[in-house]
């Protein structure tokens, strides 16, 4: 199957036909990773594994070189009729 390359506002397109996505098992607002080389571009999907809070902390490097540490701070009297 062939294509052309196309001008898209400032960058360059490619539409790619309904057939070939399907093929692929790829669909619309799919995330894809795109690989190019000298005469070649490669588009794989990735995977959009939802996270859970827990895997998000524990991937958190912050300012304490790789490992989150969670303290307390005073935020001073209170005001007004704040639960405590």
């Known amino acids: 199957m062939y294509g052309i390359i ?4 400032n960058s360059q ?3 790619i036909p309904k057939g070939l996505l399907e093929v692929a098992e ?5 995330r894809v990773e795109i690989d190019a080389g000298k005469d070649y571009i490669t588009i794989k999907r ?7 809070l827990e895997e998000r902390i524990s991937e958190y490097k912050g300012e304490y070189k790789g490992e989150y540490k969670a303290s307390e701070w005073d935020t001073g009297n209170s005001k007004g009729k704040e639960v405590l």
Do not use: S
């Not at 196309?6 to 506002?9: I, L, Q």
């Not at 990735?46 to 859970?52: D, P, Q, S, Y």
């Open 26 to 30: 790829l669909h619309e607002n799919d």
């Open 6 to 9: 196309a001008k898209w506002g």
């Open 13 to 15: 397109a490619i539409r």
């Open 46 to 52: 990735v995977a959009n594994k939802h996270k859970t």
